[in-house]
């Protein structure tokens, strides 16, 4: 069953998107392309949503973001690191000026431990070279609720970020 993201901070962030005239670009793992499809559907997404890179599978991490195999061995393709590498790669890709990359564990079966339980969400944004964030949560619930958990969250720490930028 579908959980509906109603989230203010959505439209805020683009609101705020257009008024500074930002671009913005992610690169998805496990919300396999959920975070664009929802920046999609904020009125007037097309003045500032470039798009978006779903690479799911760790091979697609490698070959199309250039993530070193050795950093997928070494750190999990679900880690703070593979994010920032994933957000790297994103920016050779799609001309942006913020690009967002995510990855975590939404159900068993990836790379999940004690330290790191099925939940674990990162998230990293970088505008132009700065960091505006990065992020290690853990939700609570549904792969489902999951997804919509980071969805919202990303969208109030860029909605955070992008209101005191100004």
Do not use: W
Request: hydrophobic content about 40%; charged content about 20%; proline content about 4%.
């Amino acid at each position: 069953m579908k959980e509906d993201i109603e989230n203010a901070d959505l439209t805020a962030c683009g609101n705020l998107l257009i008024e500074q005239q930002l671009s913005i670009a992610f690169a998805e793992s496990a919300t396999a392309g959920r975070i664009s499809a929802e920046f999609a559907l904020i009125p007037n997404a097309g003045k500032f949503l470039k798009g978006s890179i779903v690479c799911y599978d760790a091979d697609l991490k490698c070959s199309l973001l250039n993530v070193p195999r050795e950093q997928l061995k070494v750190f999990t393709p679900e880690s703070e690191i593979v994010t920032c590498l994933i957000t790297a790669g994103l920016q050779r890709l799609i001309p942006a000026d913020i690009h967002i990359g995510c990855t975590g564990l939404i159900a068993p079966g990836g790379s999940e431990t004690t330290e790191k339980p099925v939940g674990t969400m990162f998230l990293y944004g970088i505008k132009t070279n700065e960091l505006m964030f990065s992020e290690r949560v853990l939700f609570q619930g549904s792969p489902e609720k999951i997804v919509s958990q980071t969805v919202e969250f990303l969208a109030q720490r860029l909605h955070q970020y992008l209101k005191h930028s100004v």
